[in-house]
């Protein structure tokens, strides 16, 4: 039998109304390994809990289960299992290629804590500015955990910043590490895309290394490849005509050559390297040290929007062979990543109390490249005269950086035989550094697809902060439960807060539980949301090259704009919840949440002048020589509520074998904005808004309204069968420039998942996965939102490119075709229709 050493973490204090599920053993384990009650880490900074009679419900996904989605990384995985889990993925994304935007209850990527054995892990250096879904905002990289190192995952959904601090408005996600000190296992992986593209390789090992008989070190090692997957749309000559100006014969003699004008969109080649190792060591007297460690390096290759020759007449000769006919370019992007996190600690005893004390240091940093590319303004110099220097083909575009220190003191201790207390502290500091690029990247336009960081806009920001916690659970009886704790956090860039939490979990019988929750919460401006400042160079006719992008919140542009400085976001959230258990086999969790966030932190849209000169915005951007700029700014209230629910049903008598059902999924009652936009004085008075139709789509409209999860898994002999169906709700945009009487309606799909795992001998599995085997792609249609909208969608008019008014919208939303299936700004799930993947483990 394996050693396993259980990491009973000490958590703060919670009565989080989150689904319990047993934990389902992992494929190796053997059967005298499986448990039938599982320590819960999450929620609570008391004594630990079984899920036999903890208030906390906790989705608990293991090892296997993560294994058995097909999926490449770990984000991949929960969205087809967490039923309010959901992971966008845009068509275009160049640094958003490192890091997919992903979030719980549709409160973006900014609002889950993710924990790696319950300690905080970095954030991602990366803040997303495209207009994709989590706009504004960064999530820690999960994608960056290699499965093999993971025992189990224990998804929190619910507010938890009383327990845990900034960030954990809608949930908290902890990353259980393995600690089995014997044995261990080797798999080799390989996929393909039903297009034979996006050919994906893999090889990683897992070992448990005893360290006598008082700890262990696990560790894992994992390395990847996946070639690129394309998914171009034929592209409209009329609409690309009336684009660029170009004539239409001029745009389908291209197309004749190039149907998809050169374009590639789909998922960007990557290769990743990951390194993890747990360990533990019991000492005398019940001191116990522990420590975990992780390194990730990933690289990812993908391309902007092919330059046609219409829309880019030449390259100046430096991308194109000599004697061979210009046809245009396609601007690569090329983003490397590393993040990295440590953690070490020591667990003792003092007078009764259980003192747990330890440090976390993580990063993650970032940087970009463009190949394939000019910087057009320095050429152009260069043949004018005026510079005596050739444009680079190839750019160093700079990047970020992201680095924190975390210390944590928790302290918990039973003073009554029915009350047990707890209280500790976190001291964190973090850095935040934009990295400039070479000049040739930003000066004279910068380069063509991706402008480099220039150094007035790369400079280093740091913070620290404190807080404290203290709670008590109280078993009133042996049915009833209360549970409260208060924190105070302290920043030294935005100030104070106090937040504070109170649930309980009443159980009315063996088959009934009822469960409830109240809290406050707050998110802190990320540094990035802070001190991020990025130029872009337009040239305005009569005024040469003028700057306009992304200017920081402290910057002199903001404060003359009347923006005021970012302050903490704050929410209240309620959950109700209900837990049957009409038999041993048999369970159903329904919980009703509502999230009230106030002063929400969005990037607003670019703000240009009214073409008043009276106007006090129109001075002000003249004066500070701006043709647009936009800012992150507290611009909004926001209400959430829904719906989670799980049914499950095992040990199913089925053709000589075992089955099981599962049931679970999330529906959404309301997802808007609450009240006004909180405008600066000055763009309020030139009539514009910081937050358009487009930016509001994507932070409430373009999430599934549902999804539902429907599961079958059977076990025979040695074989084990697992049906999986994802029911996508539908979701709704407003890309920009669609008519404003105009949506995009994403029509409701369900994926179908098949994995087979036949176990060869006791040592050896071979699984088989196909992914989305019925070969679902997104399907969208333009919907009108009134009788405007209709009238416009019936006309038959047409325009001098011969294009409807129904054909140029499709058009604008699709950059003419390229991106069909999901529009310019992505989609819930992928595009690439069906995949296969198998694997071989081999235990030892």
Do not use: C
Not at 425 to 445: D, F, N, W
């Amino acid at each position: 039998m394996k050693k396993s050493f259980p990491f009973a973490v000490l958590m703060l204090s919670a009565s989080p109304y989150i689904l319990a599920q047993e934990v389902q053993p992992a494929a190796e384990a053997p059967a005298e390994d499986i448990q039938k009650v599982v320590i819960v880490s999450t929620g609570s900074r008391g004594a630990q809990r079984t899920l036999v009679d903890t208030p906390v419900p906790i989705d608990i996904l293991s090892s296997r289960e993560l294994t058995k989605t097909g999926q490449n990384t770990l984000d991949k995985s929960m969205q087809f299992r967490v039923p309010s889990f959901n992971t966008v993925q845009t068509p275009v994304n160049d640094a958003t290629s490192l890091l997919d935007p992903y979030e719980i209850r549709n409160m973006g990527p900014s609002r889950v804590l993710i924990l790696i054995n319950g300690k905080r892990k970095n954030s991602s250096s990366l803040i997303y500015t495209q207009t994709s879904p989590g706009r504004g905002e960064s999530g820690a990289d999960i994608s960056a955990i290699p499965t093999d190192a993971i025992k189990r995952i224990e998804v929190l959904r619910d507010g938890a910043s009383a327990q845990y601090g900034s960030d954990a408005i809608a949930g908290v996600v902890n990353i259980i590490l393995k600690d089995n000190a014997e044995g261990g296992s080797a798999t080799a992986r390989a996929g393909i895309t039903h297009e034979s593209d996006g050919q994906m390789g893999g090889l990683s090992l897992n070992q448990g290394v005893p360290l006598g008989d008082r700890g262990f070190i696990n560790y894992t090692v994992d390395v990847s490849k996946t070639k690129l997957s394309n998914r171009p749309g034929l592209v409209d000559a009329r609409g690309d005509a009336s684009d660029f100006g170009a004539t239409i014969k001029e745009v389908q003699n291209f197309l004749a050559i190039k149907p998809d004008a050169g374009n590639i969109n789909g998922s960007p080649a990557t290769e990743a390297f990951k390194g993890l190792v747990n360990s533990r060591y019991e000492l005398d007297d019940g001191v116990s040290l522990y420590g975990n460690a992780a390194y990730i390096h990933k690289k990812i290759d993908s391309y902007a929007n092919y330059r046609t020759p219409y829309w880019r007449p030449t390259d100046y000769g430096l991308l194109h062979a000599a004697g061979t006919p210009y046809l245009g370019y396609v601007p690569s992007f090329i983003g490397k990543l590393d993040d990295y996190n440590a953690t070490g600690g020591v667990k003792f005893p003092v007078a009764g109390w259980g003192v747990d004390l330890s440090l976390t240091y993580g990063g993650n940093e970032q940087e970009y490249g463009v190949s394939n590319s000019v910087n057009r303004g320095m050429e152009d110099a260069f043949l004018a005269g005026t510079s005596k220097v050739h444009s680079p083909t190839s750019f160093n575009a700079g990047g970020v950086k992201f680095e924190h220190f975390v210390f944590n003191g928790d302290i918990s201790k039973q003073i009554a035989p029915n009350v047990n207390a707890y209280a500790g502290t976190e001291l964190r500091h973090e850095k935040y550094q934009v990295k400039a690029g070479e000049e040739a990247s930003y000066i004279l336009g910068g380069a063509d697809s991706y402008a480099g960081n220039s150094p007035e806009n790369s400079f280093p920001s740091s913070r620290s902060n404190y807080g404290v916690y203290g709670g008590a659970t109280w078993d009133v009886s042996d049915a009833l439960l209360v549970d409260g704790t208060g924190r105070f956090e302290k920043y030294t860039d935005f100030g104070s807060a106090f937040v504070w939490k109170a649930s309980s979990r009443l159980k009315v019988n063996e088959q009934i539980t009822l469960r409830g929750s109240a809290s406050t919460g707050f998110r802190a401006p990320s540094l990035a949301q802070t001190f991020t400042q990025k130029a872009q160079y337009s040239f305005v006719p009569g005024s040469g090259i003028q700057v306009s992008g992304l200017v920081n919140n402290v910057s002199a542009q903001a404060v003359a704009l009347g923006v005021p400085k970012l302050k903490a976001e704050k929410s209240n959230n309620i959950t109700i919840g209900l837990g049957l258990k009409p038999d041993a086999d048999t369970s159903v969790t329904v919980d009703f949440y509502h999230i009230k966030v106030k002063d929400r932190i969005i990037l607003g849209k670019e703000i240009k002048p009214s073409g008043d000169p009276k106007q006090a915005l129109d001075q002000i951007l003249k004066a500070n020589g701006i043709v647009s700029v936009s800012f992150f700014v507290n611009a909004l209230d926001s209400v959430t509520s829904g719906i989670d629910y799980v049914v499950s049903r095992k040990n199913i008598p089925f053709a000589d074998g075992k089955l099981t059902l599962n049931l679970s999924g999330n529906y959404s009652l309301k997802n808007e904005r609450d009240g006004a936009v909180n405008n600066p004085g000055p763009v309020a008075a030139a009539n514009q808004s910081v937050l358009d139709a487009t930016q509001e789509a994507l932070m409430f409209t373009s999430r599934p309204k549902f999804k539902t999860i429907i599961g079958a898994d059977l076990d025979y002999k040695n074989v084990n069968f697992s049906l999986n169906n994802t029911v996508f709700g539908p979701t709704y945009f407003h890309q920009a420039g669609l008519d404003s009487n105009l949506e995009t309606a994403f029509k409701t799909k369900t994926l179908t998942d098949f994995a087979l795992n036949y176990n060869l001998t006791k040592s050896t599995t071979l699984s088989f996965n196909v992914n989305n085997m019925f070969n679902v792609t997104p399907k969208w249609r333009i919907r009108a939102m009134n009788a405007e909208g209709q009238k416009l969608l019936d006309s038959t008019t047409r325009d001098a490119y011969g294009m409807t008014p129904a054909e140029v919208q499709s058009n604008l939303i699709t950059f003419n075709g390229r991106y069909s299936m999901v529009t310019y700004d992505g989609s819930q799930f992928s595009q690439l229709g069906r995949t296969f993947a198998a694997s071989l483990n081999y235990r030892f």
